[in-house]
T-cell receptor, first 114, second 116 residues
Framework: KNQVEQSPQSLIILEGKNCTLQ??????????LRWYKQDTGRGPVSLTI?????NTKSNGRYTATLDADTKQSSLHITASQLSDSASYIC?????????????FGAGTRLFVKA | EAGVVQSPRYKIIEKKQPVAFWCNPI?????LYWYRQNLGQGPELLIR????????DSQLPKDRFSAERLKGVDSTLKIQPAELGDSAVYLC??????????????FGNGTRLTVT
């Protein structure tokens, strides 16, 4: 079982609508959690970072939340645009012997339709 | 700043042939990663370099995969011989080293390998 689970696997919404993507993790000890956006044929690009003490962080129309107690994070996209069509990957970093480990979720594939 | 540059963008080879990928990280980034990404999946780490030293290659299939990072800057990843199951996107990423793992990974656009 992957230490970072994302849902839904894919999502189709109409332009202008809102949506929320979920990420559950078991990585421990926890350092931080990032959401990345990956456009088709491109590498992932960081959207937000959440550390242990942060609950909410916004980046334009993207708002990430973190509940470190339940080990859950969400990414909320407001007023979706066609350009939001991409994969959204949750990446959790934790500590291990000698440094840290980085665990990627499988991503949520978002399709925004006109 | 210039981003992470990878080449080639696409590569099609027959099985049992060798193939090599090249990566130029962001200037000043001492940590370099090679990831493999299968369709519909997140990236999986193959190898991580701190400067010129490979500090995590536990997921690298060493019977056929090799990597090097000369002078702690550019890096190449090689597969010899390639198998059908190696078809994937190979992503290179770089970052500044930080004991907390806080800096983001900066990814290149990847090399899409197709083995026929």
């Amino acid at each position: 079982k992957n230490q970072v689970e994302q849902s839904p696997q894919s999502l189709i919404i109409l332009e202008g609508k809102n949506c929320t993507l979920q990420c559950n993790y078991t990585v421990s000890p926890f350092s931080n959690l990032r959401w990345y956006k990956q456009d088709t044929g491109r590498g992932p690009v960081s959207l937000t970072i959440m550390t242990f003490s942060e609950n909410t962080k916004s980046n334009g129309r993207y708002t990430a939340t973190l509940d470190a107690d339940t080990k859950q994070s969400s990414l909320h996209i407001t007023a979706s645009q066609l350009s939001d069509s991409a994969s959204y990957i949750c990446v959790v970093r934790g500590f291990n012997t000698g440094g840290f480990k980085t665990i990627f979720g499988a991503g949520t594939r978002l399709f925004v339709k006109a | 700043e210039a981003g992470v540059v990878q080449s080639p963008r696409y590569k099609i080879i027959e099985k049992k042939q060798p193939v090599a990928f090249w990566c130029n990280p962001i200037s000043g980034h001492n940590t370099l990663y090679w990831y493999r990404q299968n369709l519909g999946q997140g990236p999986e780490l193959l190898i991580r370099y701190e400067n010129e030293e490979a500090v995590d290659d536990s997921q690298l299939p060493k019977d056929r995969f090799s990597a090097e990072r000369l002078k702690g800057v550019d890096s190449t990843l090689k597969i010899q011989p390639a198998e059908l199951g190696d078809s994937a996107v190979y992503l290179c990423a770089s970052s500044l080293a930080n004991g907390q793992g806080l800096p983001p990974l900066h990814f290149g656009n990847g090399t899409r390998l197709t083995v026929t």
